[in-house]
């Protein structure tokens, strides 16, 4: 149980382009969905906090006009980088927390490569 | 604000040797307490966790973790690794009042030799 899924799970867009993300939990409801970023050979850096039909909170140095969150319904966050250029290039992971349940464990999607050229 | 130290960025170990992958935390209270494994472009899987109680818990793939608050310290275990145990293992830490959120260590990779 407590399974995650991303789509896309890789990516190539061009410079300027914009990309959206999926992050779905299949078999509970999630309303709270995190989004991570990671470069290589580093930990996770939490970007935003996702909570179902309201706005995303965003951590320091994250820009908000860039990367857009979207939770819309308890199974369902979507991060989309707009005007996405190299520097963007990352991994992607999404996270969620079962809904009504009072912990901090979290349940990780298998991540979006994203590649802009 | 809560932090998360592993002192140790690569291990190598042989199959069949034990394991002990070190963290550390800082935080003014008992904090949630997590390890995570992710194999090379995969999401994390979750290992173990502690929340309170016993301090010595069990979690999957044969691992195990020990809380010592008075090292502030989360420590993993496995008696004898696996070649399938290398990977990326994370330790986090979520702080009461923090909106759920986790803050992760920066990893240590486990490479395990035959």
């Known amino acids: 149980g407590a399974v995650v899924s991303q789509h896309p799970s890789r990516v190539i867009c061009k410079s300027g382009t914009s990309v959206k993300i999926e992050c779905r939990s299949l078999?509970?409801?999630?309303?709270?969905m995190f989004w991570y970023r990671q470069f290589p050979k580093q930990s996770l850096m939490l970007m935003a906090t996702?909570?179902?039909?309201?706005?995303?909170?965003?951590e320091q140095g994250v820009e908000k006009d860039k990367f857009l969150i979207n939770h819309a319904s308890l199974t369902l966050s979507t991060l989309t980088v707009t005007s996405a250029h190299p520097e963007d290039s990352s991994f992607y992971i999404c996270?969620?927390?079962?809904?009504?349940?009072?912990?901090?464990?979290?349940?990780f999607g298998p991540g979006t490569r994203l590649t802009v050229t | 604000a809560q932090s998360v130290t592993q002192p140790d960025i690569h291990i190598t170990v042989s199959e069949g040797a034990s394991l002990e992958l070190r963290c550390n935390y800082s935080?003014?209270?008992?904090?949630?307490l997590f390890w995570y494994v992710q194999s090379p472009g995969q999401g994390l899987q979750l290992l173990l966790k502690?929340?309170?109680?016993?301090?010595l818990v069990q979690g999957i793939k044969g691992f195990e973790a020990e809380f010592k608050r008075s090292q502030s310290s989360f420590n993993l275990r496995k008696p004898s690794v696996h070649w399938s145990d290398a990977a990326e293992y994370f330790c986090?830490?979520?702080?009461?009042?923090?909106?759920?959120?986790?803050?992760f260590g920066k990893g240590t990779l486990l490479t395990v030799n035959p």
């Open positions: 996270s969620a927390r079962i809904a009504g349940q009072f912990t901090y464990e979290q349940y």
């Open positions: 078999d509970f409801q999630a309303t709270t």
């Open positions: 996702s909570n179902e039909g309201s706005k995303a909170t965003y």
């Open positions: 935080y003014g209270a008992t904090p949630y």
């Open positions: 502690y929340f309170s109680g016993d301090t």
């Open positions: 986090a830490v979520g702080a009461r009042g923090s909106n759920y959120k986790l803050t």
